[in-house]
């Protein structure tokens, strides 16, 4: 099922993945582990899924598609902001050096490390928290990848973007937003719309922001 999908959904014609890293590492991943039990039947739909604590794992393609625009090397150190099931941070924890992620959920942030760490992931740094901050202590990060939805990009986040770095984030209103991919250049942020998406909105502090 894992192959039907890879081939039938994220290969397709228009707007298919082609990154071989991308693909082998979606291939890897066992997204049934990061499923309720009552929905594993379902894993390799190509749909998001309801996790609990009114959040979702994302769709496949969605995972792969912005695991593709953050051009993930080998030598990276990557920060995601919403862990949510684990299964997005599984995917980058195959592409690169070191994943750092933060839920601001506790019951997820916890189940996600378990099922994590049970997988075998050792190149994988989780906590508990709002992750508008990002994670300071352990910035710059050579991409950064957010998996809810603000309004606006953060500021704290493209602080800890390196210079020549990449940020994929959801952006906007529900209902109204896009994926942006974010490229700190010389200083400078060069921003590209790519993709209408929906995500959960960024809880916690981007909130009381916004009030």
Known sequence: MRE???EQQLKRPVGGITDERVLDAMKRVPRHEFVPEDMRDRAYEDRPLPIGEG???SQPYVVAFMTEKLEPQP????LEVGTGSGYQ???LAELVKEVYSI????ALASRAARDLERLGYQNIHTRTGDGYQGWPEAAPFDAVIVTCAP??????LVGQVKDGGRMIIPVGPAGDQK?????K?????QQESVLPVRFVPMTGEVERRNQ
């Open 179 to 183: 994926l942006i991919l974010v490229r």
């Open 4 to 6: 039907e999908i890879i």
């Open 151 to 156: 309004e606006d990009v953060p500021e704290p």
């Open 103 to 106: 839920e601001i959920v506790p």
């Open 75 to 78: 030598e990276d150190r990557v």
């Open 55 to 57: 959040q979702t794992i």
């Open 185 to 189: 250049l010389g200083g400078r942020l």
């Open 89 to 91: 941070t599984a995917v």
